[in-house]
C-alpha cells in the first residue's frame, strides 16, 4: 500500500473517532433514549358557586354546577349546601323571587325539549327547588345566549346566574294561574269542535292529564271512529324566548309528542293531523313569566 493511501485511511480513522468523542464522551449523547410523552390527567379549571342578594345572602361553593354540552345532564353534588341555603332563604323570607338564568352556546345542538339548553338548564335548577316544596311564584326562568362558554371535555362548569327580586304584588282576584298544572287544571271540556290546552310538567314530554282533558281526548275517540272525514288536529305553539324559526320547529315537535302518547291511548294515527305555530298564536303577554308559561302549550280540537 502506498504512504498516500495509507494517510487516507488514518485521517478517516482520526475523523470517526474524533467524531465518537464528541458526540458519545463530551455530549453524552449516544445513550440518550428517545423522550417519552408525558402522561398527565387533565383538572378542570372550575369557577366556585357564588350566590349573593345584596348584604342578606352571601354564600360560596367549593365547586359548581357541571352540565353536558347540548343537554341539562347536571351535577349538583358540589353546591347542594348552597341551594338548601337558598331554599331556606326563600321560603323564610317573604316578597323575595328567585332569578334563575341558564347560559348556552351558540354553537351548541339543542338536545332538549326547551327553546335552548340553558333553558333546560335554569329549568333543571328549577325544579330541584320544586320538588323540595318551595312555590312556583317564588321562581323566574330565564336564558342567555354566551359566545364565550368553555366547555371541558365536552362539560360546563356553572353555566347558571342566580338574582333575586322583590316580587310585585298583585290582585289576587285577576292573578294569573302560577304553574303548569294550574294551568291545565284551568281548561275546561265543552265541546270536542272547541279548543282545549295540554300543558306540560318541566322538562317532561307528557302533557300533564285532568279530567277535562280526558273527556275530551275520549269524547274524540267515540266521535273520529264514527266519522271518517274528520280530523284530531294538534297544534304547538311557544313562547318567543328563542328566535322565531327555531320556536316554529320546537311547536311541531310538541305536537308530534302528543300525537305518539294519542296513538298509544288507540286514536288512529291517520286521523291525527300536527301543526306548530310558533310564537305567532301567544295566549297572553310574554313580557311575564306567568304569560310565556301560559303560551307553552298544545291545543286540540276537533275538525
Not at 78 to 92: F, G, K, Q, T, W
Not at 177 to 189: G, H, I, M, V, Y
Not at 252 to 260: E, G, I, L, S, T
Request: charged share 20%.
Amino acid at each position: 500500500m502506498s504512504n498516500s493511501k495509507i494517510w487516507w485511511v488514518l485521517l478517516a480513522v482520526w475523523i470517526a473517532g474524533s467524531s465518537y468523542w464528541h458526540v458519545c464522551r463530551i455530549k453524552q449523547l449516544c445513550d440518550a433514549q428517545p423522550a417519552l410523552p408525558q402522561s398527565s390527567s387533565v383538572i378542570p379549571v372550575v369557577e366556585p358557586l357564588v350566590i349573593s342578594d345584596s348584604s342578606s345572602l352571601q354564600l360560596r361553593a367549593n365547586g359548581n354546577f357541571a352540565f353536558a354540552k347540548n343537554g341539562a345532564t347536571t351535577n349538583f353534588t358540589s353546591v347542594l349546601p348552597e341551594l338548601d341555603s337558598v331554599y331556606r332563604y326563600l321560603s323564610a323570607k317573604s316578597g323575595k323571587q328567585i332569578v334563575i338564568t341558564g347560559s348556552f352556546s351558540p354553537s351548541e345542538v339543542n338536545h332538549t325539549t326547551f327553546a335552548n339548553p340553558g333553558e333546560a338548564r335554569a329549568q333543571a335548577i328549577r325544579q330541584w327547588f320544586l320538588s323540595k316544596g318551595l312555590p312556583d311564584s317564588l321562581i323566574v326562568v330565564n336564558s342567555v345566549e354566551a359566545k364565550n362558554l368553555v366547555f371541558q371535555q365536552d362539560t360546563l362548569y356553572g353555566g347558571i346566574d342566580f338574582g333575586f327580586r322583590n316580587i310585585v304584588v298583585s290582585n289576587p282576584a285577576t292573578t294569573a294561574p302560577q304553574s303548569e298544572t294550574d294551568l291545565a287544571n284551568k281548561e275546561r271540556f265543552e265541546s270536542i269542535f272547541k279548543p282545549i290546552d295540554l300543558y306540560f310538567p318541566t322538562a317532561s314530554s307528557e302533557y300533564i292529564k285532568t279530567d277535562q282533558n280526558q273527556l275530551f281526548i275520549a269524547e274524540a275517540k267515540k266521535f273520529l271512529s264514527d266519522h271518517a272525514d274528520k280530523k284530531l288536529m294538534l297544534t304547538g305553539h311557544t313562547d318567543n324566548e328563542d328566535s322565531a324559526e327555531w320556536n316554529l320547529v320546537l311547536s311541531r315537535k310538541r305536537a308530534n309528542f302528543v300525537k305518539k302518547q294519542f296513538v298509544a291511548l288507540g286514536l288512529p294515527e291517520n286521523r291525527i293531523i300536527t301543526d306548530g305555530k310558533g310564537e305567532s298564536e301567544p295566549k297572553a303577554s310574554n313580557e311575564t313569566a306567568q304569560g310565556k308559561r301560559a303560551n307553552r302549550r298544545v291545543s286540540i280540537v276537533v275538525k
